[in-house]
């Protein structure tokens, strides 16, 4: 500290000779020299710093602004998406209640078209079991029908000879004769 103040003590001592030298005293030239510079650099500097500093400004008051336009179309645009999702849901659940009730009417009509089906297949069931009866009813007559005729002809071929067999032939002829009578 002594040094300092000596420095400027020593100012006042400098010759006015107009000789200009060096100083050689590290001390006393430095605050001299760093006073002069920074009064250099304020009065110079002054401008260009308040210019970056206005630009600076200018940057961010510009990016705080477009990010609340950003803030704001983001917020709009929530809310459409809220509103157009509030409008699915209802569609949803729309469907939902619609698609559970018509699920239950179709299952109701097939339920209901496979009970007619149902009824429909027993009753062709039934029927088809009646016709294959009576076809079979039919095929066994026929058959008992064509037995006992073979069987009375084989007791008549094996009983009849010619002058029985002529003696037949004569009454059925008779017979005719007088049917024909009758029905002219």
Same mark, same amino acid.
């Given at each position: 500290?002594?040094n300092?103040? !000596? ?10 000779? #107009? ?23 304020i009065?110079?500097g002054?401008?260009? %710093?308040?210019? %970056?500093? !206005? ?5 961010i ?13 983001? %917020? ?20 939902r ?20 089906? %149902? ?7 039934n ?11 039919n ?28 003696r ?5 002829? #008779?017979?005719? #004769?007088?049917v ?5």
């Open positions: 500290m002594k300092v103040t !000596d420095s400027f003590l020593s100012l006042g001592y400098w010759p006015s000779a #107009g000789s200009f030298g060096f100083n050689t005293d590290i001390l006393a030239t430095n605050p001299i020299n760093l006073s002069v510079v920074l009064g250099v650099l009065f110079f002054k401008g260009v %710093l308040s210019d %970056l500093l !206005d630009n600076r400004k200018q940057r008051l510009k990016t705080i602004r477009n990010s609340e336009e950003l803030r704001e179309g983001a %917020l709009d645009q929530l809310k459409k998406a809220r509103a157009r999702l509030r409008k699915v849901e209802t569609e949803a659940d729309l469907f209640t619609t698609g559970y009730s018509e699920i239950e009417r179709e299952k109701f009509n097939l339920i209901n078209s496979t009970y007619k089906t %149902l009824e429909q297949l027993e009753n062709y069931k029927e088809t079991i009646h016709f294959e009866q009576q076809r079979a009813i095929q066994v007559r026929q058959r008992v029908f064509q037995q006992a005729l073979q069987g009375a002809l084989g007791t008549l071929n094996s009983c009849l000879n010619n002058e029985l067999h002529l037949t032939i004569s009454t059925n002829i #008779g017979m005719f #004769g007088t024909k009578e009758i029905t002219d």
